[in-house]
């Protein structure tokens, strides 16, 4: 068990494996529920299984570090256990800014296996796509590999500001903040193919003012000289109080020469997705809008979908359905009255767990995010 996950078991519900490394190699697979009450009945079994798979897969080779993580969208969840559900879950929204846009797309269940050899992955997926069998029908599968020194496919390092131990945990696990579903946590995914040829094209220099940050020694550029449009400059979020929000990424480049895909699989975790979404809207919208992520001009998304990730204990409990169904209507009634205030607008990146929610305007320097997303559209 990691360190990570040894800190969050002392306070709250053990969470699924977001916290881990992003491996050496990684895959990625989205896939929706079939038709019926049958395919239904069989997902939640596949809950109730999902540990145990990953366990007996991992005991084969030891030393493998095979993690598992199973993510459930807003429109699965409604389907499989109704009200009460996550505060902040909803499909993911749809961005359109001047020049970019960021599509919302379909997706009910999220796989993402992560091991030090990609054999590990190809077994447990095997294994978890025979437990499913016919009850789901795929939507999107992607492999990732480790490039080198963690590089992304543009040749930069990925994911060097991402928090580690306590600090990690407290960035994507649910508190109290939501009862029932502490230990949880919220993964939004994308899948970004990127205009290689044009990317190099561009002199190092000129790659090293896109990022904001160096090529080869992986340094961040100064405040002063770091360009407004950077990568790394519109991926700040602060608070109202000056304190800069955190997300896990656990991004893996992905490729086939042959056809000339060239991609990045950006998958990054937060215990309330409205930090995520709002360093999407600082790219794709810009901060202020038209001052867009200039690595878009290099990149294109193509997929976009949220989900709740639950703890370790919860994913099991859902084999038997939704565990907090009970006789206790205001309890039921609240959550359902939280969820529905967090399907009607943006979920509010939340500062430290003790401090509650904040509102999206009373992040430092930051738009209001209602008035900039569209409403989401399954594509």
């Not at 359109?96 to 599509?103: F, L, Q």
Request: charged content about 20%; overall charge negative; hydrophobic content about 40%.
């Amino acid at each position: 068990m990691s360190d990570a996950l040894m800190i969050a078991t002392d306070s709250s519900p053990q969470p699924q494996a977001v916290a881990e490394s992003p491996g050496v190699a990684a895959y990625f697979i989205v896939l929706n529920i079939a038709p019926g009450a049958q395919a239904e009945e069989a997902v939640r079994s596949f809950f109730g299984n999902a540990a145990g798979l990953r366990r007996s897969v991992g005991q084969r080779l030891l030393g493998r570090e095979l993690s598992l993580v199973v993510g459930i969208g807003s429109d699965a969840w409604d389907r499989l256990f109704g009200a009460p559900r996550p505060a902040a879950l909803h499909p993911f929204k749809e961005l359109n800014g001047e020049k970019h846009r960021a599509p919302s797309t379909p997706g009910d269940l999220l796989l993402h296996i992560r091991a030090r050899t990609e054999d590990m992955c190809f077994e447990l997926a095997t294994q978890i796509m025979l437990a499913l069998g016919n009850s789901v029908e795929p939507v999107d599968e992607v492999h990732g590999f480790r490039y080198f020194d963690a590089r992304s496919m543009v040749g930069f390092v990925d994911g060097t500001e991402n928090p580690e131990g306590a600090e990690a945990i407290d960035a994507t696990v649910i508190g109290n903040e939501d009862p029932g579903f502490e230990g949880g946590s919220y993964v939004i995914v994308q899948k970004y193919l990127h205009d290689m040829q044009a990317w190099n094209k561009l002199s190092t220099e000129e790659q090293e003012r896109v990022i904001g940050r160096s090529k080869h020694d992986d340094i961040e550029m100064a405040d002063d000289v770091k360009p407004a449009n950077s990568h790394i400059a519109l991926n700040v979020v602060e608070d109202e109080d000056g304190n800069e929000l955190a997300i896990l990424r656990s991004n893996m480049p992905f490729a086939s020469p042959s056809r000339g895909e060239f991609g990045t699989y950006f998958i990054a975790y937060a215990s309330d997705p409205g930090v995520t979404e709002l360093m999407l809207t600082n790219m794709f919208i810009g901060r202020p809008p038209g001052n867009y992520d200039r690595l878009l001009d290099f990149s294109s998304a193509v997929t976009g979908t949220l989900f709740f990730v639950p703890s370790q204990a919860l994913l099991e409990e859902l084999a038997a359905g939704n565990p907090f169904q009970t006789g206790d209507t205001e309890t039921a009634s609240s959550a359902v009255d939280a969820s529905a205030l967090a399907s009607a607008s943006a979920s509010a990146p939340a500062s430290a767990k003790s401090s509650g929610t904040l509102s999206i305007g009373s992040l430092k320097g930051q738009p209001q995010l209602d008035s900039l997303l569209t409403p989401s559209r399954n594509t």
